[in-house]
């Protein structure tokens, strides 16, 4: 059975830091592209960084320079550290593993 589990969610003023993780269990992990998504109220969900098993990063526009997305092999976990947070990027940020798998998700409310 896959999981997904994020955490490091939660409430930040803008101009702060956030690192969300993503612990996953039941596949091959280090073979396998993770990504991070989020949806925001009334939007659809769209990517906001994806790591290779080679750990080569792809950012959106609107993060890149701001959120760095990296990978632990080892504790099959990946990580969004996200800075200079903007109330635009308030949504609920979901782990996805092999474009595949999803984590419940965890939210990021980021306050003015």
């Known amino acids: 059975q896959v999981q997904l589990v994020e955490s490091g969610g939660g409430l930040v003023q803008a101009g702060g830091s956030l690192r969300l993780s993503c612990a996953v269990s039941?596949?091959?992990?280090?073979?396998?592209?993770m990504g991070w998504y989020r949806q925001a109220p009334g939007k659809q969900r769209e990517l906001v960084a994806s790591i290779t098993s080679s750990d080569f990063a792809n950012y959106a526009d609107s993060v890149k320079g701001r959120f760095t997305v990296s990978r632990d092999n080892a504790k099959k976990s990946v990580y969004l550290q996200m800075n200079s947070l903007k109330p635009e990027d308030t949504a609920v940020y979901y782990c996805?593993?092999?474009?595949?798998?999803w984590g419940k998700g965890t939210l990021v409310t980021v306050s003015s």
């Open positions: 996805c593993a092999a474009e595949t798998y």
């Open positions: 039941g596949i091959i992990f280090r073979f396998n592209l």
